[in-house]
């Protein structure tokens, strides 16, 4: 029998093997304790519990396992053993294999270029960082510059306090040896021991009795001082000047209040008496700049040119109520206490105030009258520039038309000149821009080779040149001399040019720029006026053209050729490179002979003319032109007359363009001319004043106030004459508002589509039982925006009923009610459509435009609609009539208020856009005409 091995000896197990190698039973009693049963063992969650394991698996199928043999368990726990090991392998080749996948996109990850911003990021920091740092800087630089001038107001009050210190030790050093000196001279009681106090008062009166001649003087200089101040207060203390009354009175009073004798006498002396003026010292100066901070403080607005919004104004008010509340404070204590003298601390304080003020006041001055006077010598000159350009033209009359007016101005302006800058400086200015004016306006006509002279006047229309004596019109316009010479379309002439430019007056040109400064001649209204015209032009060359005649063939081009010279040379100077080809190539006289002789090419000429076009038009004809040249298959003459359209085009952004370039000068003119042709209407009879006295009888009549202003009874008229609920006809306008018929026409159409549309909302807001005040934008905005000449009544409920759903019944009795608003309003832009119609025929055939005919009647008859017109009336009569600046800015404040009140709250932006245009006429209007109606006023009161 073999000995049983050690217990301690080691079992080699080959785990690498397929076979599973046999072992020596240990005894039972060994086996025993080291193979227990598998009931009594631990059983593990993990992965290779008992329940899960091969060993368990095999246990089940070993026949020995079932017999439970000893061996059978031992090879079962090696089973076992063997599959934790290798589940342990396993599973740390996965974790192996994840740390790897893991270590291998890292890498990858790393190794891939990964889109990076940082480079972004740090120019947006950079940038943010240079923009703070910017902005602390200019911060810090406001700080630096507030604190250096902080620094130097405190150490000139310093350097101040210190000089007034020292004076005020130097005076009462003075004091004291004056009273030293005074008692040494004075009699002085001899030393004795002192009386008892009742014995003290029964000394002789003998004993203090000086009878010193310097002593009375003293005295009598005193009681003098006394008089004098207790006069100056009493005679300044009479004017009553103090910051309330002065922010009382108006403007203009206070203007005449301080420029009175008295005033400036008695704030004299009191200045005097303050010690802020020498005895011997001018003293008028001074003293105006003194009042002059009473003007500043209580009016800035009337004061400054720019209503004390500037840094400087703004300065000069401040220092302007420091010394009225400094010298204002002054009189309290010289009225509170001793009359002799103001207290020395008020005194100074008021003197600072009083030097601070002036300079400041000096500093304003110059830079603002230096400014005043270039205007002015600027204007000095534009006016000498007309006369110069205006002085040859002795056919037109032009001359005789601007010398009387631009001779009184330049007299005003010399006059306002000399006081401003001196009689010696401001001719001396005068003649140094002048000449300098003549020379360049020399030198510019030795280039052009021609002058510029503006469009002659008519004695039907009075359409002068402009006031600015630039060329607002082109030259191929005819002059009055050539009105009644127009060529007939059967017998053309060199003068077509004239016959298709139609342009209003200078006279009218001028007016419009005054009310808009942007004004242009529209494309539309120009083809339409000259399309008759245009088309009797091609139907009468046609015929010629067809009928074989070849002379008159020959005088159709020859004219064709001199219009589009004429037009094409207006349009570039004489220093373009083109103007002499265009000269040479154009040539009437060699075109006339090429097609006598039958060696003229159109289409050489249309390509030819197309390519010069081409370089001179505006970038918007160039899809025209090219589209011109493109097209060669056309009818010959139609072909011409296409580029007669494209040349009148580019004369019209020609013209266009001289409007903008004049318009500055037209703005600070063109008051003048209208003055200078009305006048001479007057005189000569055209028309009177009869029509603007009786507007301005009705309009006072219809002013509810008792004693009107002249304000508010022309706010009135105004507002009647366009939002009057009667028919407008030019004899009701006044005569200097002729040339605004058409533009109150339009005005008044559109109030009334105001009206009616607001009437119509209102209408529905009440039927449907909503709040009146409630804001319908969208609805007024869609109807507003219908064209009342082609819509009807069921258009404009379908489009109500779109937002809103109402009942059949009420859709029919609005609809009714639709129905007898909408022709009022028609008839309104109908009458308006014939006035402007009117106009441009009467630019067309250069006479006066006549009162068109209208036959339907533009009034409201519904009583929700007149009460809406009387109501925007009412309120745009309020906004024009407001006399100050607070009062007009708190009615335009309330307007959204009002109109919501009056049931048309949609309206507040259109019912602006109607005041500002009427204010617009109004201000043009009285600057053009208010002589006259100072005239008419006076004659009324």
């Not at 040339?739 to 209408?763: E, G």
């Amino acid at each position: 029998m073999n000995p049983t091995p050690p217990a301690t000896e080691d079992i080699e197990m080959n785990t690498t093997g397929d076979e599973i190698p046999s072992y020596a039973e240990p005894p039972p009693h060994i086996a025993a304790r080291f193979y227990r049963r598998a009931s009594s063992r631990r059983r593990s969650s993990a992965n290779s519990s008992r329940r899960s394991s091969l060993s368990s698996l095999h246990s089940h199928s070993s026949a020995l396992s079932s017999h439970g043999g000893p061996h059978s368990t031992h090879v079962a726990q090696h089973l076992r053993r063997a599959s934790i090991i290798e589940s342990r392998k396993a599973r740390l080749a996965d974790r192996a294999a994840h740390a790897e996948q893991v270590r291998l996109r890292a890498a990858a990850a790393k190794a891939t270029q990964r889109a990076s911003y940082s480079e972004e990021k740090s120019l947006a920091a950079q940038a943010a960082r240079e923009k703070l740092l910017a902005e602390i800087a200019a911060r810090c630089e406001e700080e630096v510059k507030r604190a250096k001038k902080i620094a130097e107001e405190t150490k000139e009050k310093r350097a101040a306090e210190m000089a007034r210190l020292k004076e005020e030790m130097a005076e009462k050093y003075a004091e004291a040896d004056r009273r030293r000196t005074m008692y040494q001279q004075g009699a002085r009681r001899p030393r004795t021991a002192s009386l008892a106090a009742v014995e003290e008062k029964k000394v002789p009166p003998a004993v203090l009795k000086r009878s010193h001649r310097v002593y009375a003087a003293k005295i009598i200089q005193r009681s003098w001082r006394r008089y004098r101040t207790r006069k100056t207060l009493a005679e300044f203390c009479a004017l009553e000047l103090n910051f309330n009354r002065a922010k009382a009175l108006s403007f203009e009073e206070l203007t005449r209040f301080i420029s009175e004798q008295a005033t400036t006498t008695a704030t004299t002396s009191m200045l005097k008496h303050l010690t802020i003026l020498d005895a011997d010292q001018d003293s008028s100066g001074p003293v105006r700049v003194f009042l002059s901070g009473y003007l500043v403080l209580a009016h800035p607005i009337q004061a400054f040119s720019h209503g004390g919004n500037q840094p400087q104004e703004q300065e000069l008010l401040t220092k302007a109520a420091s010394l009225i509340e400094t010298f204002e404070a002054c009189i309290k204590e010289l009225l509170s206490g001793s009359p002799t003298a103001c207290f020395p601390a008020t005194t100074e304080a008021f003197s600072f105030a009083f030097n601070d003020f002036t300079s400041t006041f000096h500093a304003w001055k110059s830079q603002d009258l230096g400014v005043l006077v270039d205007i002015m010598v600027g204007s000095f000159v534009n006016l000498d520039l007309i006369l110069q350009a205006t002085k040859n033209d002795h056919d037109g009359h032009v001359a005789e038309d601007y010398l009387d007016a631009v001779r009184q101005e330049q007299i005003k302006l010399l006059a306002r000149l000399k006081r401003l800058a001196g009689p010696e400086e401001a001719l001396s200015r005068v003649r140094v821009a002048v000449r300098k004016a003549r020379k360049q306006r020399a030198a510019e006509k030795r280039q052009k080779g021609v002058e510029q002279v503006p469009r002659t006047s008519t004695p039907v229309n009075d359409s002068t040149g402009a006031a600015s004596g630039a060329l607002i019109t082109p030259p191929a316009t005819p002059r009055s001399s050539q009105r009644d010479q127009i060529p007939s379309v059967t017998a053309p002439t060199a003068s077509l040019s004239q016959m298709l430019t139609a342009l209003p007056s200078n006279r009218e040109i001028a007016h419009e720029i005054l009310i808009n400064g942007t004004y242009e001649v529209q494309q539309q209204p120009w083809t339409d006026a000259r399309k008759n015209l245009m088309d009797s032009l091609r139907t009468s060359m046609g015929d010629s053209m067809q009928s074989g005649n070849t002379e008159a063939a020959t005088r159709w081009i020859n004219s064709m050729a001199i219009l589009v010279r004429e037009k094409l040379m207006n349009l570039i100077t004489p220093r373009h490179p083109l103007y002499n080809r265009i000269d040479g190539l154009l040539d009437p006289t060699l075109i006339s002979q090429q097609f006598r002789n039958g060696m003229f090419s159109f289409d050489s000429f249309f390509e030819t003319i197309a390519g010069l076009v081409s370089q001179i038009c505006s970038p918007g004809r160039d899809e025209l032109v090219r589209a011109f040249a493109t097209n060669t298959g056309g009818d010959t003459i139609d072909r011409l007359f296409e580029l007669i359209n494209i040349v009148d085009l580019m004369t019209l952004d020609h013209i266009n363009f001289q409007f903008r370039l004049a318009s500055p000068q037209v703005l600070e003119h063109g008051h003048e001319h209208e003055i200078a042709a009305f006048e001479r209407d007057l005189q000569q009879g055209v028309h009177g004043l009869e029509q603007a006295k009786q507007w301005w009888a009705n309009a006072r009549s219809m002013t509810t106030t008792q004693n009107p202003s002249g304000n508010a009874i022309y706010a009135r008229g105004l507002s009647d004459l366009v939002l009057r609920n009667s028919h407008l006809d030019l004899s009701d306008l006044p005569e200097t508002l002729h040339l605004d018929y058409a533009r109150l026409l339009r005005l008044r159409a559109r109030a009334f589509q105001i009206v009616a549309v607001s009437s119509i909302l209102l209408t529905t807001k009440i039927r449907l039982r909503r709040n009146r005040e409630s804001l319908w934008t969208k609805d007024a905005t869609r109807l507003m925006s219908l064209d009342l000449l082609t819509v009807d009544a069921n258009r404009v409920v379908s489009l109500v009923e779109s937002s809103h759903m109402m009942p059949e019944s009420l859709r029919d009795g609005l609809s009714n009610f639709v129905g007898r608003v909408l022709p009022s309003a028609i008839a309104a832009g109908t009458n308006a459509n014939a006035a402007e119609q009117s106009r441009q025929e009467a630019a067309q055939s250069y006479s006066m435009a006549s009162p068109p005919e209208t036959t339907t009647a533009d009034v409201f008859t519904e009583q929700v609609a007149s009460f809406l017109l009387k109501s925007l009336r009412e309120h745009v009569f309020a906004r024009m009539a407001a006399s100050g600046t607070a009062e007009r800015v708190r009615i335009t404040t309330s307007s959204a208020e009002v109109l919501a009140r009056a049931g048309m709250p949609e309206f507040l932006e259109e019912v602006n856009r109607l005041v500002d245009s009427l204010d617009k006429i109004r201000t043009v209007d009285l600057k053009a005409h208010e002589r006259w109606y100072d005239q008419i006023a006076a004659a009324a009161a």
